[in-house]
């Protein structure tokens, strides 16, 4: 039964029905959500380092292509080739952000997951003017930052930009990212601009673990000041206190009234 689940969910047209309603929810989870800005001026910091390579960490990550909000934000995002991945494609893509399939991670499995034609694809991308958007930590290692982005910013001499993006009420899962399903009708902030990373062409070894553990500083700043600004300073940590048997999921909704929520004004650009 398990096989035969697995396998409708690897169907085409199944995968791309469930990329386009994962879409079009997270623009109603965008467009209903009252966000701030932090620093208030954030764009006309970031604007003149573009292309940028934007990090945040996973399971936080639905709202980022909403960070585009004009035609000229031209960006690609890196998506691994697992299967789960192919909904995320499909939904980035619907919501206009182009996708690099492959793994960030430069560990034993980089070459076998695509790693390499990713890297290169990100190197190309960066010079021909786009963003790229990447995690910065590599799967089951949540909040640590791997070495990948910050190869990725010596090789292709842009800068990296921390930035994250929270929500007041959300849905986080009990596994090792502790992934954040955002939710309609609350507020939002998105933090950036803290502190570009420049990573000198010449970076030696010591040099570049230096600046992994900044960039896994800034970004942990960023998620702080981002749940902070929303009222819930003690969600910027990952999920706790779930034992495994009390079920895959938390519920988390502010102690807010009903009437506070609000219909943002914002478009898309």
Do not use: C
Not at 44 to 49: A, F, G, L, S
Not at 172 to 198: K, Q, Y
């Amino acid at each position: 039964m398990k096989k035969l689940f697995r396998n409708v969910l690897r169907g085409g047209w199944v995968q791309r029905a469930v990329g386009f309603l994962a879409a079009e929810y997270l623009r109603l989870v965008w467009l209903t959500n009252r966000f701030s800005f932090d620093p208030a001026n954030v764009y006309e910091i970031v604007e003149p380092e573009q292309p940028a390579i934007f990090a945040f960490w996973h399971g936080q990550h639905f709202l980022t292509p909403f960070i585009k909000t004009k035609e000229s934000h031209r960006a690609k995002v890196l998506i691994s080739r697992h299967r789960d991945g192919e909904f995320n494609a499909i939904a980035a893509e619907r919501l206009g952000i182009g996708t690099i399939r492959g793994s960030g991670d430069h560990g034993g499995a980089f070459h076998r997951k695509g790693g390499v034609g990713a890297f290169r694809e990100m190197v190309q991308a960066l010079k021909e003017g786009y963003n790229v958007a990447s995690t910065a930590d590599v799967p089951k290692r949540a909040r640590v930052a791997g070495m990948g982005i910050i190869m990725l910013a010596r090789e292709s001499g842009r800068p990296i930009m921390p930035f994250a993006m929270a929500t007041n009420r959300f849905i986080r899962l009990n596994n090792w990212d502790s992934t954040t399903i955002n939710l309609p009708f609350g507020r939002g902030a998105l933090v950036g601009g803290i502190a570009p990373i420049v990573v000198p062409p010449d970076a030696d070894a010591e040099t570049m673990e230096r600046l992994r553990l900044e960039l896994e500083a800034y970004l942990n700043e960023a998620t702080r000041r981002a749940y902070e600004q929303v009222g819930r300073p003690e969600a910027s940590l990952p999920a706790k206190g779930l034992a495994p048997e009390t079920g895959l999921l938390e519920k988390s909704f502010p102690q807010k009234s009903l009437s506070e929520k609000s219909l943002s004004e914002k478009s898309l650009g």
